[in-house]
């Protein structure tokens, strides 16, 4: 099974500074990698998806990488506001996943503060 | 709102009780998934379908559970004799899948039960 792993668990920081968030996971065989935003008790809103034949993409100040050969992925975030504060969960889909389902970590909870 | 949406947001009920939660899928996606996610975790996997069948269950998904998903359209997941350790957040995303070569999954709101 994958096993994805996001460090920091938390993060604070203030406002303007560019921010980069990791995940690694388990699987060579990931087809995809989302990146998603959770705001306290709600649902979750995609931010990014890369597929396993890119590197990376970008959507206004997101910018996501994909290193297979590693078994990495990183989320930057460039001069972060605070409506940003939120869990950002990275998710993988691999081959051997039933459907292509996601495996979750277990998220970065970020605070920008004023 | 073109989104995928789940009814109810909330739902409080006491052990033993039957709960049902509904998901409407983005139009046109025709994979369904379920996941359920609890306090500090990320979700986690309990079943999906494509189109009307149901294709893989995890071993999460106890006896007590069970999801439908008729005409391939909108998806119920039932919980029978609730117990306490149902309580979580329960999450319904779909995808438009293999023919349009996109697995990028859409979430909807969640339903959040809680079981007392």
């Known amino acids: 099974k994958q096993e994805v792993t996001q460090i920091p668990a938390a993060l604070s920081v203030p406002e303007g500074e560019n921010l980069v968030l990791n995940c690694s996971f388990t699987?060579?065989?990931?087809?995809?990698l989302q990146w998603f935003r959770q705001d306290p008790g709600k649902g979750l809103t995609s931010l990014l998806l890369?597929?396993?034949?890119?590197r990376e993409q970008t959507s206004g100040r997101l910018n996501a990488s994909l290193d297979k050969s590693s078994g990495r992925s990183t989320l930057y975030i460039a001069a972060s506001q605070p409506g940003d504060s939120a869990t950002y969960l990275c998710?993988?889909?691999?081959?051997?996943?039933?459907?292509?389902?996601?495996?979750f970590g277990k998220g970065t909870s970020l605070l920008v503060t004023p | 709102d073109t989104g995928v949406s789940q009814n109810p947001r909330h739902k409080i009920t006491k052990r033993g009780q039957n709960v049902t939660f509904r998901c409407d899928p983005i139009?046109?996606?025709?994979?369904l998934y379920w996941y359920r996610q609890t306090l500090g975790q990320g979700p986690e996997f309990l079943t999906y379908?494509?189109?009307?069948?149901?294709?893989?269950k995890s071993r999460l998904l106890s006896d007590r559970f069970s999801a439908e998903r008729p005409k391939g359209s909108f998806s119920t997941l039932e919980i029978q004799r609730t117990e306490q350790g149902d309580s979580a957040m329960y999450l319904c995303?779909?995808?438009?899948?293999?023919?349009?070569?996109?697995?990028?999954?859409?979430f909807g709101p969640g339903t959040r039960l809680t079981v007392t």
């Open positions: 995303a779909s995808s438009l899948g293999r023919l349009a070569g996109s697995y990028e999954q859409y």
């Open positions: 699987d060579s065989a990931i087809y995809n």
């Open positions: 890369i597929q396993s034949s890119q």
């Open positions: 998710a993988g889909g691999s081959n051997s996943n039933s459907g292509y389902a996601l495996n």
């Open positions: 139009s046109e996606h025709n994979r």
């Open positions: 379908f494509q189109n009307e069948a149901q294709l893989e």
